[in-house]
């Protein structure tokens, strides 16, 4: 009687966790992420707060953060890949503008637009070389810092350059693509001139450069792989991307040199424009 007793109790609670753990779900944690998880110990679905997924039987869940890793040197590759082709570009343009550059003046009865080539080309000279030089510049003050102070972990190479150095790269990218779109001016108004001031020369290097601005666009839309992890949608959001982290960083921490630097650049650009325009008028 007693035997039958305890056999009942054993029956009846055997019964109870077999029916119980297939009609109510038990909620448990990830020990990764803290996220809840619904997992009915059936094992046929397992249910997340955002989505249902079918899973086999003996398959174990877990939502993993990607690992952090050291990427520095992967963010000095990057910088230094942009040193070497700024460094040969602006070698480039000291000997075809300085060292045999064109007649400032021109002829009697030179078209307006020879003019307007001829009074842009000095202009054009020192901006593009000034630009690729300031590239350097940015891209060699970089890999000091890594060097000197690694980073922390991060989880890309995408993540450190959002994280610690995001003004440094997109001022390396904004001033490379300006000296490389100058450097091309500057090699069809030579071309121009060398060639008896036939347009289709000049016309040649305005389709290079109409090319290559396509297809930085394409890189700047495409930045980290999405539209949250970009800088722009094309080559002029990557240069109000710039002037405005320039700005906060100036208004932050004031730099007097740094305002100084885009004031006398700004006047002067004006100043340049309305002479040439005067020129090509008279």
């Known amino acids: 009687m007693k035997f039958s007793s305890y056999s009942s109790s054993l029956v009846l609670s055997v019964a109870c966790i077999i029916f119980g753990n297939a009609f109510f779900p038990t909620k448990v944690h990830s020990f990764v992420t803290k996220e809840k998880i619904s997992l009915p110990l059936n094992n046929k679905k397992i249910t997340t707060d955002s989505n249902t997924v079918n899973v086999n039987k003996d398959l174990t869940i877990q939502h993993a953060i990607p690992p952090l890793g050291q990427y520095a040197p992967a963010a000095a590759a990057l910088f230094g890949n942009m040193i ?6 602006g070698g480039a343009i000291i000997p075809m503008s300085f060292a045999s550059g064109l007649d400032f003046t021109g002829d ?12 842009v080309y000095p202009f054009a000279s020192v901006a593009s070389l000034a630009s690729f ?16 102070n690694p980073p922390a972990m991060a989880a890309s190479v ?4 959002q994280r610690d150095y995001k003004l440094q790269w997109v001022a390396v990218n904004s001033h490379f693509v300006l000296g490389m779109f100058g ?5 069809g108004t030579k071309a121009y001139f060398m060639g008896g001031k036939q347009p289709a020369i000049f016309g040649l290097a305005v389709s290079a450069l109409m090319f290559m601005l ?24 990557l240069l109000s991307t710039y002037s405005s982290l320039l700005f906060r960083r100036a208004r932050e921490c004031f730099g007097p040199l740094e305002f100084v630097a885009v004031g006398i650049g700004i ?3 004006i100043s340049y424009a309305k002479y040439v325009w005067n020129q090509i008028q008279s």
């Open 84 to 89: 070497t082709p700024a460094s040969i570009l």
């Open 108 to 119: 009697e009865g030179e078209s307006k637009f020879a003019k307007l080539l001829r009074k």
């Open 133 to 148: 030089i300031v590239s350097i510049f940015w891209a060699t003050a970089v890999l000091n810092q890594l060097t000197e």
């Open 158 to 161: 995408w993540d450190l350059l």
């Open 183 to 187: 450097f091309m001016w500057l090699m």
């Open 214 to 237: 396509s297809i930085m666009n394409r890189a700047v839309a495409k930045g980290g792989g999405s539209v949250a992890n970009r800088y722009g949608s094309s080559v002029i959001g």
């Open 267 to 269: 006047i002067s650009s």
